[in-house]
Nanobody
């Protein structure tokens, strides 16, 4: 399974960004998918997840109301739409795939088997 994340960049506070995670080698419907992030000097943390069924999406508290995870099965791609960005959202964002079908998705990074290369998102104040 290979995951290719894209869409990161520099944005001003209050602006939006949309991240994409294109999967190959496995259908995104086969297992759960998640987005994580890691800021310098911090541990990788859960951002959002979508289970294999597409229902019961999960969000970290800081993401609720601002971020939205979705997927396009035809493109085998998962998205993370981020709105109202804050400087504290600056981090490297990673997409991950879990072979499991837990609903809701698991939020521990240790439980995800496959990871894409991160994409850096910088939010300027």
């Amino acid at each position: 399974v290979q995951l290719q994340a894209s869409g990161g960049g520099l944005v001003q506070a209050g602006g939006p960004l949309r991240l994409s995670c294109a999967a190959s080698g496995r259908s995104i419907r086969r297992g759960n998918m998640g987005w994580f992030r890691q800021a310098p000097g911090t541990e990788r943390e859960f951002v959002a997840g979508i289970p294999w069924s597409g229902s019961l999406k999960s969000y970290a508290d800081f993401a609720k109301g601002r971020f939205a995870i979705s997927r396009d099965e035809a493109k085998n791609t998962v998205y993370l739409q981020m709105n109202s960005l804050k400087p504290e959202d600056t981090a490297v964002y990673y997409c991950a795939a879990d072979e499991g079908r837990w609903v809701p998705v698991r939020q521990s990074a240790d439980t995800y088997e496959y990871w894409g290369r991160g994409t850096l998102d910088t939010v300027s104040s």
